[in-house]
């Protein structure tokens, strides 16, 4: 009997939805490669992290799990949940420690323009109260998220993004699966959301395989065949 396939799965992150990963989805398939691109409801690692565990314990076989953003930070803990995960693929995200936070992560990093460009807003919650979601204004959108992005995409991008919990920037990470899996980092070296020397901090205290990738935080959409060569080389 062969060995199952092994099923990529692909997390969006922060200001972004599942269409971010369409060409790279579109590259592992023609390649014969299982993939999926589940939505990503940004509410917090730990909650979002179990709910695509769930999704990830239904997989018949191995899945390595790839996040962009904050959806590292998501499969850092997913892993955590799934047994069937067998390593990790970090793309311009967040591969935090057990304890950390993101926004603890981002102040320890070099100060980008990033945060200048958040823009809140207060959503009711289900029991009456309201919480603070983030994203980010719309003129800025293209300049500190998908500067390599040709206008018109970056446009659609920036008017389609999902905002995401401010609480999820404080919320202390849980065990760092990172430290028993192995582990792959793609660093974008244009990236004005997460600084590419954070990106490489992580990266190195994980040992994972890394390249880096002259390109801003929309990697996934600015290069494409990059991203999905960098994961087919992680199978």
Known sequence: MSEKATTVVLVHGAFADASSWNEVVADLTARGIPTLAPANELSGAARDGSR????????????VLV???YG????????NEADN????????AFAPDEGETLGGLNESFPATD???GLAPHVLPTTDGGDEVWLTIATDSFHKLFAADVPDA??????????PVA????GEPAGTASWKRLPTHFLIATGDQAIHPDGERSMAKRAGGTTIEVDASHAVSVS??????DFIASAL
Do not use: C, N, W
Request: hydrophobic share 55%; no cysteine; aromatic share 6%.
């Open 85 to 92: 995960v067998t390593g990790l693929v970090y793309i311009a």
């Open 114 to 116: 990033f945060g200048s």
């Open 72 to 79: 590292g930070a998501v499969i850092t803990a997913a892993a």
């Open 153 to 162: 995409p970056a446009a659609v991008m920036a008017r389609s993004q999902r």
């Open 67 to 69: 996040g962009h953003s």
């Open 223 to 228: 290069q494409p065949k990059a991203v999905a």
């Open 166 to 169: 401010a609480a999820a920037f």
């Open 52 to 63: 695509l565990a769930a999704q990830v314990r239904e997989i018949d076989g191995p899945v």
